[in-house]
């Protein structure tokens, strides 16, 4: 039996994930920093991994409702009131997911139908043109650039929109190059949305994770758009908690409701223990959460330096925990670069073009590990690039 002639042709035409095949070569080294992989090096914090042992003692091993715990979806709109002055009500308009990228998926199978574009700026997240690939849509990438920090702008966007686009993709803090977006840029887009009638993604789970005088906006909370926006976070990577695969979407009733009809299909809930952490998460991780988001910064500014000085430009990044060189100097290209680095010098990075054809010339970072292991695998950096 040949398999292949059996399998869906839309799942064929998707290719593999272009971060995992390094760490899958990182994996069978030895002495191997990575700069690869996009999660804190922290433990989650006690207290929240204390709720969890404290529920297990408890007994609480059940299911919970599809939507997720009803303490939890308060507690998550009740914070958005609180920071955003955007208000949901956790009956509702709030679904607790299996990590923000099951989110993702749910959203793009609930509004989208056959043939329906989605735009996506890129660089970006490796999985938002699979999910819209996967639900039956076309996925339309729009390129940005690094003069202007890879921010994407009206303009860009007109380009690419047609009569079938229905969706807007947008991740800020971005994922791979740690931009972030204005209020002024983000109510550029909001005019963009409402001008074509579109549905706005917005992807925010790097929103706790800005830097200086930035301070996240909350796209839901900008005139008239929490009726388009589907709004997707999660617990990752602000509290350290990406091994327990929890998300949320916030949006109108009608979408909630549609996601929850296939997620109850598929996940039927998230698990009731990673629900209990989150709970805790909220209601007294933020000092925890302020405490890492201080070291990121450290690690940040170490890393900007060290590539700055090294002659690989780079803009500054401000927020979440990636940096995005631009390594086109030295002649390779972006795959060269990472391949050569690691073989070579035993430093896990990610070619930009793991992020869309935009990326060439450029790699992707993470400053979520130690001080030692960033400033270490600066100095073999520096000399893979001297020795070119």
């Not at 490796?126 to 999910?131: K, P, R």
């Not at 000092?287 to 002659?311: C, N, P, Q, W």
């Amino acid at each position: 039996m040949i398999w292949q002639d059996y399998l869906s042709n839309t799942v064929q035409a998707t290719k593999h994930s272009g971060i995992r095949r390094f760490f899958d070569i990182a994996s069978t080294m030895d002495d191997v920093i990575s700069l690869g992989i996009g999660e804190p090096d922290f433990v989650t914090p006690w207290s929240i991994r204390e709720s969890c042992v404290y529920g297990l003692e408890r007994g609480y091993t059940s299911y919970t409702s599809n939507k997720g715990m009803f303490e939890l979806r308060h507690a998550i709109t009740h914070m958005y009131e609180k920071k955003f002055n955007v208000k949901y009500n956790p009956e509702t308009d709030a679904i607790v997911t299996v990590g923000v990228s099951e989110a993702v998926d749910l959203a793009m199978r609930a509004v989208i139908n056959p043939g329906d574009e989605v735009l996506i700026p890129e660089p970006c997240y490796v999985s938002y043109a699979a999910c819209a690939t996967l639900a039956g849509g076309k996925a339309v990438a729009v390129p940005t650039s690094f003069a202007n920090e890879f921010k994407v702008t009206p303009e860009d966007l007109e380009k690419y929109v047609t009569n079938k686009t229905k969706v807007l993709l947008i991740g800020y803090p971005n994922n791979p190059t740690g931009t972030v977006l204005e209020k002024n840029e983000l109510l550029a887009l909001a005019d963009f949305a409402k001008k074509h009638d579109l549905i706005v993604m917005s992807d925010e789970i790097y929103g706790d994770l800005t830097y200086g005088d930035k301070e996240h906006v909350c796209f839901s909370s900008l005139p008239d758009m929490q009726e388009r926006t589907i709004l997707l976070n999660g617990f990752s990577k602000a509290y350290a908690m990406t091994g327990w695969r929890l998300g949320y979407a916030l949006a109108p009733e009608p979408v909630i409701d549609a996601m929850n009809k296939i997620h109850q299909y598929s996940m039927i809930c998230a698990p009731i223990t990673a629900q209990i952490a989150g709970l805790e998460a909220i209601r007294n991780g933020e000092k925890h959460m302020k405490k890492m988001v201080a070291e990121y910064d450290r690690r940040r500014r170490l890393i900007y330096e060290g590539f700055t000085s090294m002659g690989l430009k780079c803009f500054e990044p401000k927020g979440a925990f990636y940096i995005f060189p631009n390594i086109s100097s030295t002649g390779l290209t972006s795959e060269e670069f990472a391949e050569q680095l690691l073989m070579r010098q035993h430093v896990a990075v990610i070619p930009g073009t793991a992020f869309g054809k935009c990326g060439e010339g450029f790699i992707r970072a993470s400053y979520a590990t130690s001080v030692d292991n960033i400033s270490a695998a600066l100095a073999r950096i520096k000399n893979f690039v001297e020795h070119l």
